[in-house]
Structure formats: structure tokens, C-alpha cells
């Protein structure tokens, strides 16, 4: 990675991309602060290199990961950074949506779900991936687990597995983490597993995205819902995958920033489990 940070610091229109991978790597690892940093430093530089879009883009990668590790009002500040750098980007707009629905910013979020319907209601990739992910989120913050499964019939195989045009990567699949979090809401622990999987089995399109390292997590509260609904060996067998998965999404995370809201999380349901 450092070597290829130093290439990237030599060509000016591309240093903004390189800076937002590495924000993307250290998220992975839980260093939220260093991807902060580097968040802002890829925002200057694409905007020094008149590629505000691509600056929004990358606000839009961190409100994302905001809201994912439980910091709701920094979440709001990225979201609300993104669009005032680029309002009318497609793809600032559906990030800032999302992010708003999983703060729980529920009037904004449905807001530019109308907006996102009217202008693009024949993009493939708006309508059956972006807008059923915001509107399950909208659901699940309902505790509407199972209009929010219902929400995602559409951005199922193959479609779920689309290049996003402005992601960094392929595709963090935020359809199928926001489904595994549904099916956890549902208290269907067999069906979560197997979303939060999907993720872990693609990495090649997922690559450094917060997704990938919180897939984990996933998994290891799926199993644990399993041991709490299942008796004798089954739940003995469920329970130790579960503090398997947890150990695997905490030693990944062994260095990650200690005040991360959804780091404490695990680390107690982890303690709870033992």
C-alpha cells in the first residue's frame, strides 16, 4: 500500500482516488480517525483538481461507514459535507440517502427517495439496489424486519453483484449487508448468516469496504441468534461458531479505535457469551 500511495502522490487528478482507498483500508481495520484524515485529505485534493464529484463521492463513502459503526451525528456532517460539494451527482445523492436512513434521519431519507424516483426511474441499479436499500433501512428503523426483507426481493443475484460506476470498489453490497440485518430484526439467524457470507465469499468485489470487516460481525450475531433458538447440541454447536466469528471480528479489529460504538458492541456480546 505505501508503495502504491507514492505513485498515486505523483499523478494530481489521481492522488484523490488513492487517498480514499487507504480511508477505506483503515475503516477495515477499525482505525476510524486515520480514515477521517485520510476522508478529508482525498475531498482537498479532488477538489484542488476540479473533480468535485468525485470529492462528494468520497464524503458519500464515509457517511456510510459513519453510520455503520454507530456514529449517527458524524454521519449527518458527511452526509451534509457531500452535497454541499455536489448536490446533483447521482451518486452523492443515493450515499447521502442511505446515510440518512441509517441515522434515522427518516423525513430526509424519504425525501430523496422521491427525488432519486423522479429522476431516474428506468436506471436498473436505482431502482432495484439503491432505492430498496434505503427503503429497508427505513424499515428496519420501524423494527419492520419483515417489510424490510420484502423491500429487498428486487436486488437479488445477479443484479446484487453490479459494479457500482462511483464506488472505489466493485461493490460494497449494501443491499446484502442492510438483508442480513434484516433477517437479524427477523430473528432468522440462519438466513442472516447466510447474507453476511455472501459478502465474505466475494471479496473480490467487495475489497477493502467496511462491509467486508463488519460481514464478520454479522455472522457472529446470526450464530448467536441460532444458540438462543435452538436447544441441545444445536445450540452448543451454534454457540461455538458464534465466539468463533466474534474472535474473528475482534482480532481483525485488535487495533481499531476503542470509543467505535459497534467495537463496544461486540466486545460485550462477546464477553456475554463466554
Not at 499523478?11 to 480514499?20: C, M, R, T, V, W
Not at 483538481?49 to 456510510?64: C, F, M, R, V
Not at 453490497?173 to 433477517?183: F, K, M, S
Not at 445450540?235 to 465466539?243: E, V
Request: proline share 3%; aromatic share 8%; hydrophobic share 45%.
Amino acid at each position: 500500500m505505501a508503495a502504491q500511495q507514492q505513485w498515486f502522490a505523483t499523478k494530481a487528478e489521481d492522488e484523490q482516488y488513492g487517498l480514499s482507498l487507504a480511508a477505506e483500508s483503515e475503516a477495515y481495520v477499525g482505525h476510524l480517525e486515520k480514515a477521517r484524515q485520510l476522508t478529508r485529505r482525498s475531498v482537498q485534493s479532488a477538489v484542488q483538481t476540479d473533480n468535485k464529484e468525485s470529492g462528494a463521492i468520497w464524503w458519500g463513502s464515509a457517511d456510510l461507514r459513519e453510520a455503520a459503526f454507530g456514529n449517527l451525528a458524524e454521519t449527518r456532517q458527511a452526509a451534509d459535507a457531500g452535497l454541499k460539494v455536489d448536490a446533483a451527482s447521482q451518486g452523492v445523492i443515493v450515499q447521502a440517502a442511505l446515510a440518512y436512513a441509517m441515522a434515522g434521519d427518516a423525513h430526509r431519507a424519504e425525501e430523496m427517495v422521491d427525488e432519486l424516483n423522479q429522476l431516474y426511474p428506468l436506471d436498473t441499479q436505482i431502482q432495484a439496489l439503491w432505492l430498496p436499500a434505503i427503503r429497508a433501512q427505513l424499515a428496519l428503523n420501524r423494527k419492520d424486519a419483515t417489510q424490510a426483507v420484502s423491500d429487498l426481493q428486487s436486488a437479488l443475484p445477479p443484479l446484487e453483484y453490479g459494479q457500482i460506476g462511483f464506488a472505489s470498489s466493485v461493490s460494497c453490497l449494501y443491499p446484502t449487508y442492510i438483508r442480513g440485518q434484516a433477517y437479524l430484526g427477523a430473528g432468522n439467524g440462519a438466513a442472516a448468516a447466510a447474507e453476511f457470507q455472501k459478502i465474505l465469499d466475494h471479496r473480490g468485489i467487495v475489497w477493502n469496504c467496511w462491509t467486508g470487516a463488519l460481514a464478520r460481525l454479522g455472522v457472529a450475531r446470526a450464530n448467536a441468534l441460532q444458540a438462543k433458538s435452538s436447544t441441545g447440541t444445536d445450540a452448543d454447536a451454534a454457540r461455538t461458531r458464534a465466539l468463533a466469528t466474534y474472535k474473528d471480528f475482534l482480532t481483525l479489529w485488535k487495533d481499531a479505535d476503542p470509543d467505535i460504538p459497534i467495537y463496544k458492541e461486540a466486545k460485550a456480546e462477546y464477553t456475554k457469551l463466554l
